[in-house]
């Protein structure tokens, strides 16, 4: 077969959606030499995530429209620095492995704060040009300790690379004010990606992502915003993005039988679905995948699918010496209530589906120990060129 090893696909920085969100990617077609079939069931059109993740939120502490668009012309000029730079070729010791590619995203988002804030105040008069579904993510069950409105920030910068230095190094920047003083950081989460894409409890997560592949409805037609949409002009080449900090409390699961661990997801270790899961497995919470059906508003289930970037995290020990480890569960939508707020509200948190009594997620129950800890809601703008910023066309 060749060449057994497969080069990890790189972002695409001269696209007009921002990197970070539905690349790298692999391509749609094997190179030659590779078994097709085996690359297009387990790499064709798929996401692969760089290593290590830092999601920062952050505020603008002026109200000055002027000093808004300086700050957002700062950032997406550093962040354009940052992903172009190229790894360093002569500070390698001897016998050190030359760096090939660090894989650099910084993708940059707005909260719904930044167009009117929580107290009602439209501080820089961008009210009227909000993302139609753009919002304080709403308080629901699962939250635990976390209440999303003391959470909202005027932005967020997802740094992505496969260098954990350089994700602290592009953090440290904006933490200390020297990409632009406006900028003040608020909070930073870190996390990895496991390469089999296996979250902590040893189950895949994103499995059912869309493909970029060639035939359609392809990723990108279930993430980026398009000009047929009822949304601002400054918001096509765009997406939505939920985040929530997900934690497990792992103690009671891993005292389960395998068998019960996979009733809790119902599907098995490889995902494949079980073909006797319960009503309220988090699998028929949230993926039902009913056959011919479509809601009162006319959608199957399958049209309501989003894009999933899981990075894991682990933070040590909390005061009653349990573990406290989970995902950043980042979920990208072209259409936010449709695709997100609808599973996450009619599926999930319904205890009336997929039929009367089902229960909530079991995911979430005793058993499976997760909680929402953290997160928003967030609009990803389109890419910035060299001349302008991230949102261009927002702020005029």
Not at 65 to 91: G, I, V
Request: charged share 25%; proline share 7%.
């Amino acid at each position: 077969m060749g060449d057994s090893t497969l080069s990890p696909p790189l972002p695409v920085y001269a696209g007009i959606h921002q990197a970070g969100i539905t690349d790298p990617i692999w391509a749609s077609h094997p190179p030659s030499g590779f078994d097709a079939e085996l690359y297009r069931t387990s790499y064709a059109g798929l996401l692969e995530r760089q290593r290590h993740l830092h999601v920062v939120t952050a505020d603008i502490k002026s109200s000055c429209r002027k000093d808004l668009l300086d700050a957002l012309t700062a950032l997406s000029k550093f962040a354009l620095h940052q992903m172009a730079k190229k790894p360093p070729t002569d500070t390698q010791r001897p016998f050190d492995t030359p760096v090939g590619t660090r894989r650099v995203t910084v993708t940059i988002g707005f909260g719904a704060t930044l167009f009117t804030t929580a107290m009602g105040d439209d501080r820089f008069g961008l009210a009227a040009q909000r993302p139609r579904s753009l919002k304080i993510m709403p308080q629901i069950d699962g939250d635990h300790d976390f209440t999303p409105r003391d959470h909202a920030t005027d932005l967020v910068i997802l740094i992505s690379s496969d260098d954990y230095y350089v994700n602290e190094y592009i953090f440290g920047r904006l933490y200390y004010g020297s990409v632009h003083p406006d900028i003040v950081v608020r909070t930073v989460e870190r996390g990895y990606a496991r390469p089999d894409s296996r979250e902590p409890s040893g189950f895949e997560d994103g499995i059912t992502n869309p493909r970029m592949l060639d035939e359609k409805p392809t990723m990108h037609d279930f993430v980026y915003i398009q000009s047929c949409d009822d949304e601002p002009e400054w918001c096509v080449g765009g997406t939505y993005l939920a985040y929530r900090k997900i934690r497990r409390r792992m103690k009671h699961f891993f005292s389960l039988e395998s068998e019960e661990r996979e009733a809790i997801f119902g599907v098995d270790r490889q995902g494949t679905r079980l073909k006797d899961h319960a009503a309220h497995a988090h699998v028929a919470k949230m993926n039902p995948r009913r056959e011919n059906h479509r809601d009162l508003f006319g959608m199957d289930d399958m049209e309501r699918r989003f894009l999933r970037r899981p990075y894991f995290f682990n933070d040590g020990l909390d005061d009653d010496g349990e573990e406290v480890r989970g995902l950043h569960h980042l979920s990208f939508a072209r259409d936010l209530v449709g695709q997100y707020e609808w599973p996450v509200l009619m599926w999930q948190t319904n205890p009336d589906f997929p039929i009367p009594n089902a229960g909530s997620d079991a995911l979430y129950g005793i058993s499976g120990g997760a909680a929402n800890i953290g997160g928003g809601y967030y609009f990803i703008p389109a890419a910035a060129a060299d001349h302008d910023y991230v949102g261009y066309g927002l702020v005029v």
